[in-house]
Every structure is written in structure tokens, then in C-alpha cells.
T-cell receptor
């Protein structure tokens, strides 16, 4: 069945470091791919999405490219800030939504 | 505008009790989803409504779980004879369109603890 596998955390980075959180998926057909973020004490919110192969989603300095050949949708940011500390979830949607287990990111000053 | 709201935010139940969790989606949103999120895990799909029709309930873990959305707006997730393994955060999300590729808007969740 469809599934998402994402990099286990927790991840701790210094401010202004480069971030990559890996996400790979298994699905038949052509799913849409998402990154959701959960800030401390808040609900899940959409960070970015891509609906077809080679699309790049971007928001708040974060980017992810839908790579069908490697079935991946890795999240990247060139320079993280303390305010980016949160849990990040990769997800896919085809006939249902499937979420990864989440990756906790802590950015230290 | 108002986002998705859920109540109660926290619920403690004794094993064997019935509980009802409420979700108020964003006004006008057609689709509504329920998820269960165990500690340290991602949300797992429970069920999906399009307006008042429950189109998919394949994720409900047992027949003790029941969801309804009688008027196509507010939804209630009911858990009968709660068990300790039901302890989790229950998330509701809504979406403005019928198609599943659309962004979902999540509520803050109800944290259920079964003792």
C-alpha cells in the first residue's frame, strides 16, 4: 500500500545551518506530496506541496522537489532560524492521506 | 476567519466509558477528515466525509469507533467502551474541495487519555 518514510530525528542544528529532512514515498499512480509543520503548542499546518513530478514547492525559505525517479520529496532550507524549531511531517495524498512519523527539529542560537 | 476547532481539548476517561469528540470545520468546507495520532507518530487516517456522506471509514480501528456528520458541517467521533490503547490525540481536518489532493486545514486536536 501507499506509505511515506521520513528521516528519524531529532535533528539539532545551529542557527544559519543548512537543513535537509529526507522523505521517500511508496505509491502507485501519481500522488500529491506535502510537508506539514507543527510548531510547539499548535496544530498541523501546511508548509508546502507539489502535485506532479518535477514540481517544486516552496514557502518561508523551505523548498522540496517532487522527484518521481527517486520517489523522494526532501525538505531543504539554506539557513535555519530558531523560529523553525518544530516537528515536520511529510505526507502523500492519493485516495487517502498518509503521513510520515515526523522529524523534530531544534535550532539553537 | 475562524479555523477548525475541536472540543474538548483534553479528555480523561475511565476504561469502558464512552466518549464523544467534536469537530467544527471551517465554514463551507466540503471535506472533513479524522486522524489518530499516537505519541511520537504521524497522524493516521481514520475516516473521511464529503458533506454528510462518509466515503471512507477504512481506518477506523474497530467497531467501537463511530463517526457522523449529519448535516454536512459539525462532525462527532464517538468511541464506545474506551480502552487504554485508544489514548492518543484525535485530529480533525477540513478541506474546501472534494478532491483529496487539496490542502487540509487541521484543528488543534483532542488529547484523550484512557485510564
Amino acid at each position: 500500500g501507499d506509505s511515506v518514510t521520513q528521516m528519524e530525528g531529532p535533528v539539532t542544528l545551529s542557527e544559519e545551518a543548512f537543513l535537509t529532512i529526507n522523505c521517500t514515498y511508496t505509491a502507485t499512480g501519481y500522488p500529491s506530496l506535502f510537508w506539514y509543520v507543527q510548531y510547539p503548542g499548535e496544530g498541523l499546518q501546511l508548509l508546502l506541496k507539489a502535485t506532479k513530478a518535477d514540481d517544486k514547492g516552496s514557502n518561508k525559505g523551505f523548498e522540496a522537489t517532487y522527484r518521481k525517479e527517486t520517489t523522494s520529496f526532501h525538505l531543504e532550507k539554506g539557513s535555519v532560524q530558531v523560529s523553525d524549531s518544530a516537528v515536520y511531517f511529510c505526507a502523500l495524498s492519493r485516495n487517502q492521506f498518509y503521513f510520515g512519523t515526523g522529524t523534530s527539529l531544534t535550532v539553537i542560537p | 476567519g475562524a479555523g477548525v476547532s475541536q472540543s474538548p481539548r483534553y479528555k480523561v476517561a475511565k476504561r469502558g466509558q464512552d466518549v464523544a469528540l467534536r469537530c467544527d470545520p471551517i465554514s463551507g468546507h466540503v471535506s472533513l477528515f479524522w486522524y489518530q495520532q499516537a505519541l511520537g507518530q504521524g497522524p493516521e487516517f481514520l475516516t473521511y466525509f464529503q458533506n454528510e456522506a462518509q466515503l471512507d471509514k477504512s481506518g477506523l480501528p474497530s467497531d467501537r469507533f463511530f463517526a457522523e456528520r449529519p448535516e454536512g458541517s459539525v462532525s462527532t467521533l464517538k468511541i464506545q467502551r474506551t480502552q487504554q490503547e485508544d489514548s492518543a490525540v484525535y485530529l480533525c481536518a477540513s478541506s474546501p474541495k472534494r478532491v483529496l489532493i487539496e490542502t487540509q486545514y487541521f484543528g488543534p486536536g483532542t488529547r484523550l487519555l484512557v485510564l
